[in-house]
């Protein structure tokens, strides 16, 4: 992993070293791969077991996202007014109550309320993760910070799957799901000892009705606001339709074993971590809003490369996996950039801006699960024209509204 941040980038929080920083945020972003992602070679079983049908299964994902991006709206302005460390044990100490219901749930209605609230639960963790960027690094050096993040992000991501691969093959899906109860102790037991409160004034204000009103509005009217939102939001919308399909695609369809498929997300999660060391290479040399705009190229030509190979004909692993990886490339540019630019205008609102962020991402999110929910047909179409849609979406968003709105101004 590249070098820490030098202690001078974190004069507000001098009780946390930067190593310390690195690995918080490590843990904390970390958090949503290990609650989607380690399950997943294990969906297929989960379903066939309780007699469910593909739709019911896809809720288990689908209605995680819509809480995780609910509950953002919620923690976003409690760390504001109370700060972050309080609001971040609670949510880590909800995630690993949910997360042994989960493990334990005896049907598939219990496994998605259980799933809901563990997403509700996570929200604290990966918003107090963003608000903690802003908190800490002017904007310019917060997407290097993020991308330092999300390269510790990407590592814990190439062990999800493989390992829920072998869980869920050797000892079974409930074991797989136990793991997240495991991961949410640690990483709690890790900000109850390291983590100390970045935010410099808390906000005595900021859960008054008038104060949220306007707060919300101010976000949502920054131009630079919805350029980096709709930036990461189509990022992440073409990687949840990766995720939410890839099992029932590369199990169902193309005949991958469990174990393999884990492979198959350990390599796409090797290749974004290699995005995420692009992307600190690209950002000192061409500022941010070109390097998106350099990115937005790999992404298009992957999604078109994957929806054209379907279109011909063309059904095997390979013709999917290699237009993904140059999506999963540009993707890790689009997450560090888009996520500390949408931020970096409210300095003073970081946690409201955090929030509304990741409700957005988490709404598209949602609405595509419901699509892909329909459109799992036995083929691997829904996956592909999926991929094919979003990488032309976030190539307008960053060859456009990026350009024309991307200069983080404070508001």
Sequence with gaps: MPAAPHAADVPRAPAMTPPVVVVALSLLLGIQPITTDLYLPALPALTEDFGAQVAQAQLTLTTLLLAFGASQLVWGPLSDRFGRRPVLLAGLAAYVLASVGCALAPSMPLLVVWRTLQGAAMGAAVMTA????????EPAIGARAMSRGLTGLGV??????????????WLGWRYALSAL?????????????????????TNPQALQARTLASTWIRIVRNPSFIAWSALSTASYAGLFTFLASSSFVFIGVLGFTRSEYGLVMFATAFVYILGTFLCRRLLPRFGLKRTVALAAGLTLAGGTLAGALALAGVHRGWAILGPFALFMLAHGVHQPCGQSGAVGPFPQAAGAASALNGFIMMLAAFGM?????????????????GLWFWSA????????????HGEPHRS
């Design 369 to 385: 699960g419901s699509w892909l929910g329909r459109h799992l047909d036995g083929t691997v179409f829904a996956l592909t024209n």
């Design 130 to 137: 963003r608000a903690v960027v802003r908190d800490l690094y």
């Design 393 to 404: 979406c976030i190539a307008a968003v960053a060859w456009t509204l990026v350009q024309r």
């Design 156 to 169: 814990i991501a190439c062990l999800c799957a493989p390992l829920g691969g072998v869980l869920a093959d």
């Design 181 to 201: 109860a495991v991961f949410g102790a640690v990483t709690l037991a890790f900000m109850l000892l390291r983590f100390e409160e970045t935010i410099p004034r």
